[in-house]
């Protein structure tokens, strides 16, 4: 296995060439220059303080991108580890969400439907959307669900469908995020939940990292590539995903810290000196009750 940074960086940027000189919220366009990520720009908006990259793409470059970089890229590297995340999200969500193992189940972004398959066993009828043609022919063989290749923007399934949706890890490669949450708001039945876990802009280090990694480019170099991976577009935060979410038609009914899966699964893949940060961060994030990663729960208004 190789070192997971080594990973990240495997992967590359996502494609870019459209410029974005606005705030992808809240339309804003006082903004200012935070930190340079692969060649790009990461801006942040002074109204909202969303931070996002200063290029995106959409449509099929985006497709091509995953049809190559899929979930966990780097990282995760045979079918016990893919199970054991998608153990760990099931029951991430369960934990905010409640026990429910019935009804109808959207995952987005399900990649090789690995999730679809755990929720399928919950008792869930699950159903599928991923842009990679690749995955979502693996996750067809996977679950007994429909698994829909595209966008949520142009599913078949009929408005107010399903009782609850997944969107593990998908909200930062999201290059227009308001659009798309309102497509997944239709797609809800009314009071139906949406369980999402994206990156915590507002983690109490992130002042610190910011600082270092200006301070120190290039013996941070690693860090840096690992928390602000060449995937992202967008970088919300508990402080603002309310917004967002109003924006699409739901309401935020929670937020929680979730430990990151590099700190879960894979801190042994790391060398030891970064293995021994990750510890250290993640017994203070015990301590302050926060993380880097956060699960989000919404539901759609009656």
Avoid at 29 to 56: H, I, M, P, S, W
Avoid at 109 to 125: N, Q, Y
Avoid at 156 to 177: C, T
Avoid at 283 to 299: E, I, P, Y
Wanted: glycine content about 10%; proline content about 5%.
């Amino acid at each position: 296995m190789t070192d997971p940074v080594t990973g990240v960086r495997d992967r590359g940027l996502a494609p870019g060439g459209i410029r974005r000189d606005a705030c992808p919220l809240c339309s804003g366009t006082d903004l200012r220059l935070r930190l340079q990520v692969g060649g790009r720009g990461l801006l942040e908006c002074n109204a909202c303080g969303v931070r996002f990259t200063d290029e995106y793409a959409e449509g099929a470059d985006v497709a091509s991108y995953y049809g190559t970089v899929q979930a966990h890229h780097g990282k995760a590297d045979s079918e016990d580890q893919f199970a054991a995340i998608a153990r760990i999200q099931a029951d991430a969500m369960e934990s905010i969400a409640g026990p429910r193992r019935h009804g109808r189940l959207l995952e987005i972004g399900c990649s090789r439907g690995h999730l679809l398959t755990e929720l399928e066993v919950r008792g869930w009828d699950v159903n599928g959307i991923d842009v990679a043609a690749t995955s979502v022919t693996e996750a067809r063989g996977r679950c007994r669900g429909e698994v829909w290749h595209g966008e949520p923007e142009d599913c078949p399934f009929e408005p107010g469908s399903f009782d609850r949706i997944a969107m593990f890890d998908v909200l930062a490669h999201l290059p227009h995020p308001v659009r798309t949450l309102q497509t997944v708001s239709s797609l809800l039945k009314p009071r139906g939940q949406l369980v999402l876990s994206t990156v915590d802009e507002a983690w109490p280090l992130v002042p610190v990292f910011l600082k270092a990694f200006r301070a120190l480019p290039n013996r941070l170099a690693a860090v840096q590539d690992e928390m602000y991976e060449g995937q992202h577009y967008c970088y919300f935060s508990h402080r603002n995903i309310g917004q967002l979410l109003g924006e699409a038609g739901m309401e935020l009914a929670a937020t929680r810290p979730l430990t990151p899966l590099s700190a879960q699964l894979f801190v042994h893949h790391y060398p030891v000196r970064r293995r021994l940060g990750l510890l250290a961060m993640r017994r203070l994030d015990g301590l302050l009750g926060s993380s880097r990663k956060m699960l989000v729960l919404a539901t759609r208004r009656a």
